[in-house]
Protein backbone atom coordinates (compact mmCIF):
# COMPACT_ATOMS: atom_id res chain seq x y z
CA UNK A 1 0.00 0.00 0.00
CA UNK A 2 1.68 3.37 -0.79
CA UNK A 3 2.54 6.42 1.28
CA UNK A 4 -0.41 8.78 0.40
CA UNK A 5 0.76 12.26 -0.72
CA UNK A 6 1.58 14.82 1.35
CA UNK A 7 2.82 18.22 0.57
CA UNK A 8 2.82 21.74 2.50
CA UNK A 9 2.84 24.69 0.68
CA UNK A 10 4.30 28.21 2.05
CA UNK A 11 1.89 31.35 0.55
CA UNK A 12 0.33 34.06 2.27
CA UNK A 13 0.31 37.74 2.68
CA UNK A 14 -1.50 39.20 -0.96
CA UNK A 15 -2.93 36.89 -3.81
CA UNK A 16 -0.19 37.38 -5.59
CA UNK A 17 1.48 34.79 -3.85
CA UNK A 18 -2.01 33.22 -2.82
CA UNK A 19 -3.46 32.07 -6.09
CA UNK A 20 -0.50 30.52 -7.38
CA UNK A 21 -0.25 28.30 -4.30
CA UNK A 22 -3.96 27.60 -4.81
CA UNK A 23 -3.14 26.69 -8.71
CA UNK A 24 -0.09 24.73 -7.99
CA UNK A 25 -2.50 22.36 -4.98
CA UNK A 26 -5.04 22.43 -8.03
CA UNK A 27 -2.95 21.07 -10.40
CA UNK A 28 -1.57 18.66 -7.45
CA UNK A 29 -5.07 17.07 -6.71
CA UNK A 30 -5.67 16.89 -10.90
CA UNK A 31 -2.31 14.46 -11.06
CA UNK A 32 -2.92 12.54 -7.35
CA UNK A 33 -6.59 12.98 -6.75
CA UNK A 34 -5.86 11.64 -2.81
CA UNK A 35 -3.43 14.06 -2.00
CA UNK A 36 -3.18 15.82 0.87
CA UNK A 37 -2.39 19.06 0.25
CA UNK A 38 -2.32 22.10 3.32
CA UNK A 39 -0.87 25.69 3.19
CA UNK A 40 1.21 27.23 6.05
CA UNK A 41 0.56 31.50 6.71
CA UNK A 42 -0.36 33.81 8.88
CA UNK A 43 -3.16 35.75 10.55
CA UNK A 44 -1.89 38.70 9.19
CA UNK A 45 -3.12 38.29 5.36
CA UNK A 46 -5.15 37.38 2.55
CA UNK A 47 -4.84 33.58 3.14
CA UNK A 48 -7.36 33.19 6.27
CA UNK A 49 -9.68 33.84 4.08
CA UNK A 50 -8.68 32.25 0.70
CA UNK A 51 -7.13 29.31 1.12
CA UNK A 52 -10.27 27.83 3.56
CA UNK A 53 -12.34 28.69 0.78
CA UNK A 54 -11.00 27.45 -1.88
CA UNK A 55 -11.28 23.80 0.25
CA UNK A 56 -7.50 23.54 1.87
CA UNK A 57 -6.33 23.39 5.41
CA UNK A 58 -4.16 26.49 6.48
CA UNK A 59 -1.45 26.52 9.37
CA UNK A 60 -0.71 29.50 10.71
CA UNK A 61 3.12 30.57 11.73
CA UNK A 62 4.16 33.45 14.16
CA UNK A 63 6.27 35.39 11.09
CA UNK A 64 6.66 38.59 10.49
CA UNK A 65 7.45 40.29 6.92
CA UNK A 66 10.99 40.76 5.69
CA UNK A 67 10.35 44.09 5.19
CA UNK A 68 13.14 47.38 6.01
CA UNK A 69 10.30 50.26 7.08
CA UNK A 70 9.36 47.91 10.30
CA UNK A 71 12.24 50.22 11.71
CA UNK A 72 13.38 48.54 14.92
CA UNK A 73 11.31 45.34 14.06
CA UNK A 74 13.76 44.52 11.97
CA UNK A 75 15.94 42.73 14.97
CA UNK A 76 13.10 40.39 15.66
CA UNK A 77 13.33 39.27 12.26
CA UNK A 78 15.83 36.19 13.32
CA UNK A 79 14.00 35.02 16.46
CA UNK A 80 10.65 35.33 14.24
CA UNK A 81 12.34 32.97 11.16
CA UNK A 82 13.72 30.60 13.91
CA UNK A 83 10.53 30.24 16.03
CA UNK A 84 8.46 29.86 12.56
CA UNK A 85 11.36 27.81 11.03
CA UNK A 86 10.85 25.16 13.90
CA UNK A 87 6.72 25.50 13.95
CA UNK A 88 6.89 24.48 10.32
CA UNK A 89 9.39 21.49 11.07
CA UNK A 90 6.72 20.41 13.43
CA UNK A 91 3.74 21.12 10.90
CA UNK A 92 6.01 19.34 8.33
CA UNK A 93 6.08 16.29 10.36
CA UNK A 94 2.59 16.39 11.99
CA UNK A 95 1.41 15.99 8.01
CA UNK A 96 3.76 13.62 7.01
CA UNK A 97 4.91 15.77 4.07
CA UNK A 98 7.21 14.65 1.36
CA UNK A 99 7.89 17.62 -0.02
CA UNK A 100 7.63 21.19 0.95
CA UNK A 101 6.74 24.26 -1.28
CA UNK A 102 7.45 28.09 -0.66
CA UNK A 103 5.66 30.37 -3.20
CA UNK A 104 7.17 33.79 -2.13
CA UNK A 105 6.33 36.37 0.29
CA UNK A 106 7.27 36.30 4.19
CA UNK A 107 5.01 33.15 5.06
CA UNK A 108 6.82 30.95 3.14
CA UNK A 109 10.70 31.67 3.79
CA UNK A 110 9.88 29.15 7.24
CA UNK A 111 8.51 26.32 5.67
CA UNK A 112 11.73 26.50 3.56
CA UNK A 113 13.78 26.59 7.06
CA UNK A 114 11.62 24.07 8.65
CA UNK A 115 12.02 21.57 5.41
CA UNK A 116 15.73 21.73 5.75
CA UNK A 117 15.11 21.08 9.60
CA UNK A 118 14.00 18.31 9.00
CA UNK A 119 15.71 17.27 6.29
CA UNK A 120 12.65 17.00 3.78
CA UNK A 121 13.54 18.25 -0.05
CA UNK A 122 11.84 21.38 -1.33
CA UNK A 123 10.84 24.05 -4.34
CA UNK A 124 10.44 27.59 -4.15
CA UNK A 125 8.68 30.08 -7.03
CA UNK A 126 9.51 33.27 -7.55
CA UNK A 127 6.68 34.68 -9.17
CA UNK A 128 7.85 38.33 -9.89
CA UNK A 129 10.42 39.59 -12.34
CA UNK A 130 12.96 40.30 -9.38
CA UNK A 131 12.81 37.95 -6.68
CA UNK A 132 11.36 38.92 -3.34
CA UNK A 133 13.45 39.43 0.04
CA UNK A 134 11.81 36.25 1.11
CA UNK A 135 13.11 33.93 -2.26
CA UNK A 136 16.18 35.61 -1.74
CA UNK A 137 17.14 33.84 1.60
CA UNK A 138 15.18 30.57 0.72
CA UNK A 139 16.67 29.75 -2.53
CA UNK A 140 20.07 29.82 -0.19
CA UNK A 141 18.51 26.46 1.39
CA UNK A 142 17.04 24.67 -1.89
CA UNK A 143 18.97 23.74 -5.25
CA UNK A 144 15.28 23.66 -6.38
CA UNK A 145 14.14 26.96 -8.01
CA UNK A 146 11.37 27.75 -10.26
CA UNK A 147 10.79 31.21 -11.42
CA UNK A 148 7.74 32.96 -13.66
CA UNK A 149 10.02 35.16 -15.76
CA UNK A 150 13.61 34.26 -17.10
CA UNK A 151 15.57 37.16 -15.86
CA UNK A 152 18.54 35.59 -14.29
CA UNK A 153 18.30 37.13 -10.77
CA UNK A 154 18.15 33.40 -9.12
CA UNK A 155 20.81 31.69 -10.97
CA UNK A 156 20.37 28.13 -11.77
CA UNK A 157 16.19 28.49 -11.62
CA UNK A 158 13.57 26.75 -14.09
CA UNK A 159 11.77 28.91 -16.11
CA UNK A 160 7.93 27.23 -15.53
CA UNK A 161 5.71 30.70 -15.99
CA UNK A 162 3.15 31.46 -13.35
CA UNK A 163 0.78 29.03 -11.88
CA UNK A 164 -2.66 30.43 -12.75
CA UNK A 165 -6.22 28.98 -11.62
CA UNK A 166 -7.37 26.54 -14.44
CA UNK A 167 -10.19 28.80 -15.84
CA UNK A 168 -8.01 31.26 -16.96
CA UNK A 169 -5.10 29.15 -18.08
CA UNK A 170 -7.69 27.90 -20.79
CA UNK A 171 -9.75 30.81 -21.25
CA UNK A 172 -11.40 30.94 -24.69
CA UNK A 173 -12.28 34.95 -24.35
CA UNK A 174 -13.88 34.66 -27.84
CA UNK A 175 -16.55 31.97 -26.98
CA UNK A 176 -16.95 32.96 -23.41
CA UNK A 177 -17.39 36.99 -24.33
CA UNK A 178 -21.25 37.24 -24.78
CA UNK A 179 -22.46 35.07 -21.44
CA UNK A 180 -18.96 37.73 -19.91
CA UNK A 181 -21.28 40.92 -20.76
CA UNK A 182 -24.03 39.63 -19.68
CA UNK A 183 -23.08 38.36 -16.17
CA UNK A 184 -21.37 41.86 -15.91
CA UNK A 185 -24.30 44.09 -16.97
CA UNK A 186 -21.87 45.53 -19.92
CA UNK A 187 -24.90 47.60 -22.17
CA UNK A 188 -24.72 46.52 -25.86
CA UNK A 189 -22.39 47.97 -28.09
CA UNK A 190 -20.32 49.62 -25.29
CA UNK A 191 -16.77 48.69 -24.52
CA UNK A 192 -15.45 47.80 -21.22
CA UNK A 193 -12.88 49.33 -19.84
CA UNK A 194 -11.80 47.08 -16.72
CA UNK A 195 -9.79 48.52 -13.84
CA UNK A 196 -8.06 46.27 -11.65
CA UNK A 197 -6.22 47.32 -8.76
CA UNK A 198 -5.59 43.78 -7.22
CA UNK A 199 -7.23 41.64 -4.36
CA UNK A 200 -7.09 44.83 -1.51
CA UNK A 201 -7.37 47.57 -4.72
CA UNK A 202 -5.74 50.40 -5.29
CA UNK A 203 -6.31 54.37 -4.48
CA UNK A 204 -4.97 56.10 -7.30
CA UNK A 205 -6.99 53.70 -9.90
CA UNK A 206 -10.04 53.77 -8.47
CA UNK A 207 -9.75 57.74 -8.21
CA UNK A 208 -8.81 57.69 -12.24
CA UNK A 209 -11.20 55.45 -13.07
CA UNK A 210 -14.18 57.95 -10.84
CA UNK A 211 -12.78 60.83 -12.98
CA UNK A 212 -12.78 59.10 -15.88
CA UNK A 213 -16.32 58.32 -15.19
CA UNK A 214 -17.57 61.57 -14.97
CA UNK A 215 -15.11 62.57 -18.31
CA UNK A 216 -17.29 60.52 -19.91
CA UNK A 217 -20.92 61.08 -18.51
CA UNK A 218 -22.52 61.53 -21.54
CA UNK A 219 -20.63 58.28 -23.54
CA UNK A 220 -22.26 55.60 -24.22
CA UNK A 221 -20.14 53.45 -25.97
CA UNK A 222 -17.75 53.13 -22.56
CA UNK A 223 -18.25 51.34 -19.92
CA UNK A 224 -16.45 51.28 -16.80
CA UNK A 225 -15.82 48.54 -13.98
CA UNK A 226 -13.95 49.81 -11.37
CA UNK A 227 -12.39 47.00 -8.77
CA UNK A 228 -12.31 49.26 -4.93
CA UNK A 229 -11.68 46.48 -2.64
CA UNK A 230 -14.08 46.24 0.05
CA UNK A 231 -13.24 49.69 1.88
CA UNK A 232 -13.75 52.10 -0.63
CA UNK A 233 -16.46 50.56 -1.88
CA UNK A 234 -19.31 52.64 -0.70
CA UNK A 235 -17.62 56.06 -1.23
CA UNK A 236 -16.75 54.94 -4.95
CA UNK A 237 -20.62 54.25 -5.30
CA UNK A 238 -21.64 57.35 -3.92
CA UNK A 239 -19.23 58.86 -5.98
CA UNK A 240 -20.59 57.14 -9.09
CA UNK A 241 -24.30 57.72 -8.34
CA UNK A 242 -25.72 59.19 -11.23
CA UNK A 243 -23.38 57.89 -13.71
CA UNK A 244 -25.16 54.82 -15.55
CA UNK A 245 -21.96 54.33 -17.33
CA UNK A 246 -19.75 53.11 -14.20
CA UNK A 247 -20.29 50.39 -11.80
CA UNK A 248 -17.94 49.47 -8.44
CA UNK A 249 -17.61 46.32 -7.10
CA UNK A 250 -16.04 45.08 -4.10
CA UNK A 251 -14.35 41.78 -5.94
CA UNK A 252 -14.01 39.73 -8.89
CA UNK A 253 -14.37 36.22 -8.21
CA UNK A 254 -14.93 35.07 -11.68
CA UNK A 255 -11.79 36.46 -13.38
CA UNK A 256 -12.00 34.49 -16.68
CA UNK A 257 -15.61 36.01 -17.09
CA UNK A 258 -14.37 39.80 -15.80
CA UNK A 259 -10.99 39.11 -18.72
CA UNK A 260 -13.73 37.43 -21.43
CA UNK A 261 -15.89 40.81 -21.24
CA UNK A 262 -13.13 43.41 -20.86
CA UNK A 263 -11.58 45.15 -23.97
CA UNK A 264 -8.69 46.90 -21.99
CA UNK A 265 -7.17 46.14 -18.66
CA UNK A 266 -6.02 49.17 -16.31
CA UNK A 267 -4.20 47.53 -13.72
CA UNK A 268 -1.31 47.44 -11.26
CA UNK A 269 1.77 44.70 -12.69
CA UNK A 270 1.37 41.78 -9.97
CA UNK A 271 3.02 38.90 -11.11
CA UNK A 272 -0.08 36.77 -11.16
CA UNK A 273 -1.94 39.86 -13.04
CA UNK A 274 1.39 40.07 -15.93
CA UNK A 275 0.63 36.36 -16.20
CA UNK A 276 -3.18 36.34 -16.62
CA UNK A 277 -2.74 39.02 -19.01
CA UNK A 278 -0.17 37.37 -21.13
CA UNK A 279 -2.20 34.32 -21.07
CA UNK A 280 -5.28 35.26 -21.92
CA UNK A 281 -4.52 37.73 -24.44
CA UNK A 282 -6.23 40.97 -23.40
CA UNK A 283 -4.35 44.50 -23.83
CA UNK A 284 -3.13 46.35 -20.98
CA UNK A 285 -2.55 50.16 -19.14
CA UNK A 286 0.08 48.93 -16.56
CA UNK A 287 0.41 51.18 -13.09
CA UNK A 288 3.60 49.53 -11.16
CA UNK A 289 2.85 50.15 -7.83
CA UNK A 290 5.50 52.37 -6.72
CA UNK A 291 6.50 50.91 -3.75
CA UNK A 292 6.69 47.39 -3.99
CA UNK A 293 10.06 46.15 -2.99
CA UNK A 294 12.94 46.12 -5.79
CA UNK A 295 10.52 48.25 -8.06
CA UNK A 296 9.70 44.54 -8.82
CA UNK A 297 5.92 45.58 -10.54
CA UNK A 298 7.61 47.74 -13.63
CA UNK A 299 10.24 45.08 -14.14
CA UNK A 300 6.95 43.00 -14.45
CA UNK A 301 4.93 45.65 -16.48
CA UNK A 302 8.14 45.40 -18.61
CA UNK A 303 7.61 42.11 -19.74
CA UNK A 304 4.31 43.07 -21.70
CA UNK A 305 5.13 46.63 -22.41
CA UNK A 306 8.37 45.61 -24.53
CA UNK A 307 6.68 43.10 -26.35
CA UNK A 308 4.23 45.57 -27.06
CA UNK A 309 1.00 44.19 -25.45
CA UNK A 310 1.00 46.91 -23.05
CA UNK A 311 1.60 50.54 -22.26
CA UNK A 312 3.16 51.46 -18.51
CA UNK A 313 2.47 54.56 -17.01
CA UNK A 314 4.22 55.64 -13.61
CA UNK A 315 1.75 56.08 -10.19
CA UNK A 316 2.18 59.70 -9.44
CA UNK A 317 0.97 60.11 -13.75
CA UNK A 318 -2.24 58.38 -12.92
CA UNK A 319 -4.54 60.43 -13.03
CA UNK A 320 -8.10 60.49 -15.32
CA UNK A 321 -6.56 63.40 -18.09
CA UNK A 322 -3.45 61.04 -18.68
CA UNK A 323 -5.33 57.78 -18.71
CA UNK A 324 -7.77 59.79 -21.22
CA UNK A 325 -5.21 60.77 -23.85
CA UNK A 326 -3.95 56.94 -23.74
CA UNK A 327 -7.34 54.99 -23.57
CA UNK A 328 -9.48 57.03 -25.58
CA UNK A 329 -7.42 56.65 -28.87
CA UNK A 330 -7.17 52.97 -27.89
CA UNK A 331 -10.84 52.71 -27.86
CA UNK A 332 -11.07 53.79 -31.27
CA UNK A 333 -8.90 51.67 -32.78
CA UNK A 334 -9.81 48.15 -32.62
CA UNK A 335 -7.19 46.75 -34.85
CA UNK A 336 -4.58 48.41 -32.60
CA UNK A 337 -6.18 46.81 -29.58
CA UNK A 338 -6.23 43.31 -31.45
CA UNK A 339 -2.71 43.65 -32.26
CA UNK A 340 -2.06 44.00 -28.62
CA UNK A 341 -3.84 40.90 -27.17
CA UNK A 342 -2.45 39.12 -29.91
CA UNK A 343 1.48 40.65 -28.81
CA UNK A 344 1.35 38.84 -25.63
CA UNK A 345 3.65 36.10 -25.42
CA UNK A 346 1.65 33.62 -23.12
CA UNK A 347 4.94 31.56 -22.48
CA UNK A 348 4.37 28.85 -20.34
CA UNK A 349 2.20 29.99 -18.15
CA UNK A 350 -1.13 28.35 -18.75
CA UNK A 351 1.01 24.79 -18.28
CA UNK A 352 3.23 26.43 -15.04
CA UNK A 353 1.08 24.75 -12.13
CA UNK A 354 1.49 21.71 -14.13
CA UNK A 355 5.24 21.77 -14.52
CA UNK A 356 5.40 22.99 -11.24
CA UNK A 357 3.63 20.08 -9.73
CA UNK A 358 5.72 17.43 -12.28
CA UNK A 359 8.72 19.02 -10.27
CA UNK A 360 6.83 17.83 -6.66
CA UNK A 361 5.94 15.00 -7.51
CA UNK A 362 9.76 14.43 -8.87
CA UNK A 363 11.14 15.31 -5.41
CA UNK A 364 8.00 13.16 -3.79
CA UNK A 365 9.34 9.81 -5.97
CA UNK A 366 5.52 10.31 -7.31
CA UNK A 367 4.06 10.07 -10.65
CA UNK A 368 0.90 10.87 -12.35
CA UNK A 369 0.25 6.95 -12.67
CA UNK A 370 -1.30 7.18 -9.29
CA UNK A 371 -4.03 9.48 -10.84
CA UNK A 372 -5.43 6.74 -13.46
Given at each position: ?63 IPFDPAI ?19 AILRAQG ?34 PGRANQF ?235
Amino acid sequence: MRTPLSVVIGAGGTGGHIYPGLALADALRRAVPDAVISFVGTTRGLEGELIPAAGYRLHTVDMIPFDPAIGAKRYLLPAALLKSGAQCRAILRAQGAQVAVGMGGYPSAPVILGARLAGLPSVIHESNAVPGRANQFAARLTPHIAVAFDTGHLPGARTTGMPIADALARLDRPALRAEARRALRVPDGARLVLFNGGSLGAARLTEAAVGLAHRWAGRDDVHLLIKTGPKALADTEQRLAGLPGARAVPYLDRMDLAYAAADLVVCRAGSATVAELASTGVPAVLVPYPYAPGDHQTHNARVLCDAGAGLLVPDAETTADRLAALVEPLLADPARLAAMGGAADPGPHAHAADLLADKVLELASYTREYAA
